[in-house]
């Protein structure tokens, strides 16, 4: 059976999935009503959400630049670097790639990975394990600030705590698959350097207003490209989620409106509820919805929020829940693989991929328990 279905090309399996799905939807809302509701919901998923998540990666753009050129980030790295060792098994200059990825995004620890004099800290399973130690700090700041606009403030920092138990879970976990297979890996050094001694050029300072007007525009600008990069996300995943996350029309019927869906998540997580309650305390089956998106894309995922609020479905428990998976899975399943390959250890991505959806279960867990302590204060 398995050698019959490695004979069909992989384009008749893309044709069938979509003509599946398609199918699907349109024997539910009527082709016209699917059509209809498909594009409205990606125009105003792009008006109202895309923009505004935009408006935030500027704001925290800035902030993050600020906080490089004035060395908030070096003082950061100092306070954490004790802690990297005891608690992910890494060295103290990870503490930079976390701050980094926090700030921006995951792909940040793979430009840091690649600079040799970072590198030459780490063991091979070390290095390799950045990957999901990054990806469980990615746009964080964004993240938080986006939960904190909602009206949510203790909440996202419960889902901060999540996150880094989660960050912790994955990281040893992965490491500890590595040194299986590769056992070889726990004394090679991932990158030998040569010091090289630093010369020092005494350039010109420029003056205090300039370096914060520079650090602002500049940080400003990544925020805008982060907040590009995000729109074929939100406009594609989460159009596609909330097909599947709704129902019909205000009147019981499908209108082609924007945000009519069939209801199959919700069905689905109705049949799951003892699970997701009992672990995440989801109290509406319509939640499940987030944690699916964040494992494409987590700025999706946040697009979804809104919606939800305006429909009565979140609470602080939600919150402090979606702050933590978002966080630590954070699109992760589109990145891994590129930055494995970055890394040039691709044969390893399965094994990131199980390791860091562990971790995020993990996430989620901790920050529902720890929303409970703290609801209880």
Same mark, same amino acid.
């Given at each position: 059976?398995?050698?019959?279905?490695?004979?069909?090309?992989?384009?008749?399996?893309?044709?069938?999935?979509?003509?599946?799905?398609?199918?699907?939807?349109?024997?539910?809302?009527?082709?016209?009503?699917?059509?209809?509701?498909?594009?409205?919901?990606?125009?105003?998923?792009?008006?109202?959400?895309?923009?505004?998540?935009?408006?935030?990666?500027?704001?925290?753009?800035?902030?993050?630049?600020?906080?490089?050129?004035?060395?908030?980030?070096?003082?950061?790295?100092?306070?954490?670097?004790?802690?990297? @060792? &005891?608690? $992910?098994?890494?060295?103290?200059? *990870?503490? =930079?790639?976390?701050?980094? /990825?926090?700030?921006?995004?995951?792909? %940040?620890?793979?430009?840091?990975?690649?600079?040799?004099?970072?590198?030459?800290?780490?063991?091979?399973?070390?290095?390799?394990?950045?990957?999901?130690?990054?990806?469980?700090?990615?746009?964080?700041?964004?993240?938080?600030?986006?939960?904190?606009?909602?009206?949510?403030?203790?909440?996202?920092?419960?889902?901060?705590?999540?996150?880094?138990?989660?960050?912790?879970?994955?990281?040893?976990?992965?490491?500890?698959?590595?040194?299986?297979?590769?056992?070889?890996?726990?004394?090679?050094?991932?990158?030998?350097?040569?010091?090289?001694?630093?010369?020092?050029?005494?350039?010109?300072? @420029? &003056?205090? $207003?300039?370096?914060?007007?520079? *650090?602002? =525009?500049?940080?400003?600008? /990544?925020?805008?490209?982060?907040?590009? %990069?995000?729109?074929?996300?939100?406009?594609?995943?989460?159009?596609?989620?909330?097909?599947?996350?709704?129902?019909?029309?205000?009147?019981?019927?499908?209108?082609?409106?924007?945000?009519?869906?069939?209801?199959?998540?919700?069905?689905?997580?109705?049949?799951?509820?003892?699970?997701?309650?009992?672990?995440?305390?989801?109290?509406?089956?319509?939640?499940?919805?987030?944690?699916?998106?964040?494992?494409?894309?987590?700025?999706?995922?946040?697009?979804?929020?809104?919606?939800?609020?305006?429909?009565?479905?979140?609470?602080?428990?939600?919150?402090?829940?979606?702050?933590?998976?978002?966080?630590?899975?954070?699109?992760?399943?589109?990145?891994?693989?590129?930055?494995?390959?970055?890394?040039?250890?691709?044969?390893?991505?399965?094994?990131?991929?199980?390791?860091?959806?562990?971790?995020?279960?993990?996430?989620?867990?901790?920050?529902?328990?720890?929303?409970?302590?703290?609801?209880?204060?």
């Amino acid at each position: 059976m398995k050698k019959l279905f490695s004979r069909i090309p992989s384009g008749i399996w893309c044709l069938l999935i979509v003509f599946g799905l398609f199918t699907y939807l349109g024997s539910q809302m009527g082709t016209a009503n699917m059509l209809n509701t498909l594009m409205n919901t990606a125009h105003d998923l792009l008006l109202n959400t895309v923009f505004y998540i935009m408006a935030i990666c500027v704001i925290t753009g800035a902030i993050g630049r600020i906080f490089v050129e004035f060395g908030v980030v070096s003082l950061l790295e100092k306070l954490l670097r004790p802690l990297m @060792k &005891p608690l $992910f098994n890494l060295p103290g200059v *990870s503490a =930079l790639g976390a701050i980094l /990825t926090f700030l921006s995004d995951n792909p %940040a620890i793979i430009s840091l990975a690649q600079d040799k004099q970072f590198s030459r800290y780490f063991k091979k399973y070390q290095f390799i394990s950045l990957t999901n130690f990054g990806t469980a700090f990615g746009m964080g700041l964004l993240v938080i600030v986006f939960m904190i606009g909602q009206g949510f403030y203790a909440e996202p920092f419960i889902g901060l705590f999540g996150a880094v138990c989660g960050c912790i879970v994955s990281t040893r976990i992965m490491q500890r698959f590595i040194l299986k297979a590769y056992p070889e890996y726990k004394e090679e050094d991932a990158c030998i350097a040569e010091v090289k001694e630093e010369v020092t050029v005494e350039e010109e300072k @420029k &003056p205090m $207003f300039q370096r914060i007007l520079d *650090s602002l =525009l500049d940080g400003g600008r /990544t925020g805008v490209d982060v907040g590009i %990069a995000i729109i074929p996300g939100v406009l594609i995943i989460s159009t596609l989620v909330m097909l599947l996350t709704f129902g019909p029309g205000a009147n019981g019927e499908y209108t082609g409106g924007a945000y009519e869906g069939t209801s199959l998540l919700p069905w689905i997580g109705g049949k799951l509820e003892f699970l997701f309650k009992w672990l995440f305390g989801f109290t509406d089956p319509h939640l499940i919805a987030f944690p699916i998106t964040a494992l494409g894309a987590v700025g999706a995922a946040l697009g979804l929020i809104p919606n939800f609020m305006s429909a009565g479905w979140i609470d602080g428990n939600a919150i402090a829940v979606f702050t933590a998976i978002g966080m630590c899975w954070s699109g992760y399943l589109s990145t891994h693989t590129a930055m494995l390959d970055a890394l040039g250890y691709r044969k390893l991505t399965s094994k990131a991929i199980i390791a860091h959806t562990i971790g995020g279960i993990v996430a989620a867990i901790v920050a529902h328990w720890g929303y409970v302590l703290y609801s209880l204060l």
